[in-house]
């Protein structure tokens, strides 16, 4: 499970888009991706070579956590060998994208379709599945001419073997750590949210596992993002966290990392870079979370 937001990259290529055609195509269950093999007959058979196309495919809201392995290589194969079109992939996070496009991402097998052209006009507006031969019909009337957009998937913010950017992170109200002061050492570095329960569960999952983290001379170290000290001292307290959880109020880290997805895990090497990146809580993490919330339920409350 996890929180997504690539309006950040959206809005960066806006400019390209705006230029463009269009595609927008709404899921709301993983089998809902096989309007994916329609999107690409109709664009196949519609022969616009010179139309270049951004197809955006908005998923339902925590739907990427529970796509299988075969789904995300669909998704990475979309737009091999269709030219001048470009795959970008992203969640409905409050919503945001369903009512712009007035669609209910809670009716069942959502798999509406919005077309707009490079002029920013709707041409294609269904709320029901296509058939690739009548999207063909739409697209090679209504495509313009215009070159391919810049996208990219939703993937690892910063790759393996990249190195990090480096800030200075307050970690304590008389205390600042200096990212490329932990030069030497291994590094988990967690980016989250406050009021996600999927991060939180990555934070308390990384508290469970702080001494071993320790005996094999790994730092751990969060990132949190929209949150100030307030707050993550009262996230710190209820949880019972150690390790430097540093303030992101205004989301200035988390652009720079260019984090997409949260909470999103970062492995760092010695010389900080990056070894591994995980997206999402995963399941061990979600169920530690589960059981403490359960336990302080069931804990008399103070009066």
Not at 60 to 71: D, F, H, I, M, T
Not at 88 to 104: H, P
Not at 191 to 204: K, M, V
Not at 276 to 299: H, M, V, W, Y
Request: glycine share 6%; proline share 5%; with cysteine.
């Amino acid at each position: 499970m996890g929180y997504v937001d690539l309006f950040a990259t959206v809005q960066s290529n806006r400019a390209k888009l705006d230029k463009t055609n269009v595609i927008v195509q709404f899921v709301g269950e993983e089998k809902g991706l096989s309007s994916l093999a329609v999107i690409r007959g109709g664009l196949h058979q519609a022969g616009r070579t010179n139309a270049g196309a951004a197809v955006i495919v908005i998923l339902r809201q925590g739907l990427a956590q529970e796509l299988s392995p075969e789904s995300f290589d669909k998704i990475r194969s979309f737009d091999q060998n269709l030219a001048n079109v470009r795959l970008m992939v992203t969640e409905d996070i409050r919503g945001n994208w369903s009512k712009a496009f007035g669609v209910r991402m809670d009716a069942p097998n959502v798999s509406a379709i919005r077309g707009i052209n490079a002029q920013g006009r709707i041409f294609l507006q269904s709320d029901v599945a296509l058939e690739s031969s009548a999207l063909a019909k739409e697209l090679s009337q209504r495509l313009e001419p215009s070159p391919a957009p810049r996208s990219r998937l939703i993937g690892p913010p910063i790759m393996p073997g990249e190195r990090v950017p480096n800030f200075l992170l307050k970690t304590e109200p008389d205390s600042v750590l200096r990212l490329s002061n932990l030069r030497g050492s291994n590094v988990v570095l967690s980016f989250g949210r406050h009021w996600s329960a999927p991060c939180l569960a990555t934070l308390l999952r990384m508290q469970n596992r702080k001494e071993k983290f320790e005996r094999a001379g790994i730092k751990v170290l969060a990132v949190l993002t929209e949150a100030d000290e307030e707050k993550i001292d009262a996230i710190k307290r209820k949880y019972g966290l150690t390790f430097p959880i540093v303030p992101d109020p205004t989301g200035i880290i988390a652009k720079r990392y260019s984090i997409q997805m949260w909470p999103t895990l970062l492995s760092l090497d010695r010389k900080a870079s990056v070894k591994n990146a995980i997206l999402g809580a995963n399941r061990n993490a979600i169920a530690d979370f589960a059981r403490f919330q359960t336990k302080e339920s069931d804990s008399p409350r103070k009066i």
